[in-house]
Protein backbone atom coordinates (compact mmCIF):
# COMPACT_ATOMS: atom_id res chain seq x y z
CA UNK A 1 0.00 0.00 0.00
CA UNK A 2 1.26 3.41 -0.31
CA UNK A 3 2.32 5.31 3.63
CA UNK A 4 2.05 8.58 4.07
CA UNK A 5 5.38 10.58 4.61
CA UNK A 6 5.39 14.03 6.40
CA UNK A 7 7.06 16.09 4.37
CA UNK A 8 11.04 16.92 5.24
CA UNK A 9 11.55 20.43 6.60
CA UNK A 10 13.28 22.69 4.80
CA UNK A 11 17.12 22.91 6.55
CA UNK A 12 16.96 26.25 8.44
CA UNK A 13 19.60 27.74 9.91
CA UNK A 14 19.74 28.36 13.50
CA UNK A 15 22.41 31.64 13.17
CA UNK A 16 19.99 34.59 14.70
CA UNK A 17 20.45 37.94 12.45
CA UNK A 18 21.08 41.05 15.04
CA UNK A 19 18.68 44.00 14.33
CA UNK A 20 20.95 46.60 17.03
CA UNK A 21 22.47 46.61 19.78
CA UNK A 22 19.89 46.00 22.71
CA UNK A 23 19.06 43.04 20.54
CA UNK A 24 22.30 41.68 20.77
CA UNK A 25 22.97 42.49 24.56
CA UNK A 26 19.78 40.45 25.18
CA UNK A 27 20.67 37.76 23.15
CA UNK A 28 23.85 37.77 25.24
CA UNK A 29 22.01 38.38 28.79
CA UNK A 30 20.07 34.96 27.45
CA UNK A 31 22.12 32.64 26.12
CA UNK A 32 25.30 31.16 28.35
CA UNK A 33 27.60 30.46 25.25
CA UNK A 34 27.64 32.87 21.97
CA UNK A 35 29.15 32.87 18.76
CA UNK A 36 29.07 35.75 16.73
CA UNK A 37 29.97 35.86 13.15
CA UNK A 38 30.67 40.06 12.44
CA UNK A 39 30.13 40.53 8.41
CA UNK A 40 28.94 42.81 6.01
CA UNK A 41 26.93 42.47 2.83
CA UNK A 42 30.07 43.44 0.30
CA UNK A 43 32.48 41.08 2.31
CA UNK A 44 33.17 37.79 -0.45
CA UNK A 45 35.15 36.52 2.28
CA UNK A 46 32.47 36.77 4.28
CA UNK A 47 30.04 35.10 1.62
CA UNK A 48 32.30 32.07 1.60
CA UNK A 49 32.41 30.94 5.48
CA UNK A 50 28.44 32.38 5.77
CA UNK A 51 27.67 28.48 4.86
CA UNK A 52 30.26 27.10 6.99
CA UNK A 53 29.32 29.20 10.02
CA UNK A 54 25.20 28.14 9.22
CA UNK A 55 26.20 24.48 9.34
CA UNK A 56 27.98 24.72 12.20
CA UNK A 57 24.77 26.10 14.20
CA UNK A 58 22.81 23.63 12.98
CA UNK A 59 25.34 20.76 14.28
CA UNK A 60 26.38 22.41 17.68
CA UNK A 61 23.72 22.31 20.47
CA UNK A 62 23.95 24.86 23.59
CA UNK A 63 25.59 27.51 21.32
CA UNK A 64 23.84 30.44 19.97
CA UNK A 65 25.00 31.81 16.97
CA UNK A 66 24.41 35.27 15.78
CA UNK A 67 25.56 37.44 12.83
CA UNK A 68 26.36 40.91 13.17
CA UNK A 69 26.49 43.07 9.53
CA UNK A 70 28.85 45.76 10.77
CA UNK A 71 27.13 48.05 8.15
CA UNK A 72 23.80 47.88 10.13
CA UNK A 73 24.99 47.66 13.67
CA UNK A 74 28.14 49.82 13.58
CA UNK A 75 28.22 50.22 17.27
CA UNK A 76 28.90 46.52 18.04
CA UNK A 77 31.64 46.65 15.40
CA UNK A 78 33.11 49.97 17.58
CA UNK A 79 32.92 48.42 21.12
CA UNK A 80 34.62 44.89 19.83
CA UNK A 81 37.38 46.86 17.73
CA UNK A 82 36.35 44.70 14.69
CA UNK A 83 39.15 46.12 11.89
CA UNK A 84 38.70 43.02 9.61
CA UNK A 85 36.09 40.90 8.94
CA UNK A 86 35.03 38.07 8.82
CA UNK A 87 35.52 38.20 12.39
CA UNK A 88 34.12 35.51 15.34
CA UNK A 89 33.73 35.91 18.66
CA UNK A 90 33.05 33.28 21.20
CA UNK A 91 31.80 34.53 24.37
CA UNK A 92 30.64 32.81 27.87
CA UNK A 93 27.95 34.15 30.28
CA UNK A 94 28.75 37.91 28.67
CA UNK A 95 32.38 37.80 28.61
CA UNK A 96 34.80 37.27 25.60
CA UNK A 97 36.71 34.12 25.40
CA UNK A 98 38.58 34.09 22.06
CA UNK A 99 38.57 35.42 18.23
CA UNK A 100 39.07 34.74 15.16
CA UNK A 101 40.10 36.71 12.21
CA UNK A 102 39.54 35.80 8.34
CA UNK A 103 37.87 33.01 6.02
CA UNK A 104 39.72 30.16 8.05
CA UNK A 105 36.70 28.90 10.57
CA UNK A 106 38.47 25.81 11.05
CA UNK A 107 40.73 26.83 13.67
CA UNK A 108 39.29 25.45 16.93
CA UNK A 109 41.36 28.35 18.87
Known sequence: GIRSVAPR???RTAVIT???EEHFDELLKNNPKVVVDFSAQ???????VGPAFNKL????????FLNVDIDNVEELGMRYAVSSIPYFLTMQNGNQVSSVVG???DNKG
Not at 42 to 48: A, L, Q, T
Open 42 to 48: WCGPCKM
Open 103 to 105: ANI
Open 57 to 64: SDEITGVT
Open 9 to 11: AFA
Open 18 to 20: VKD
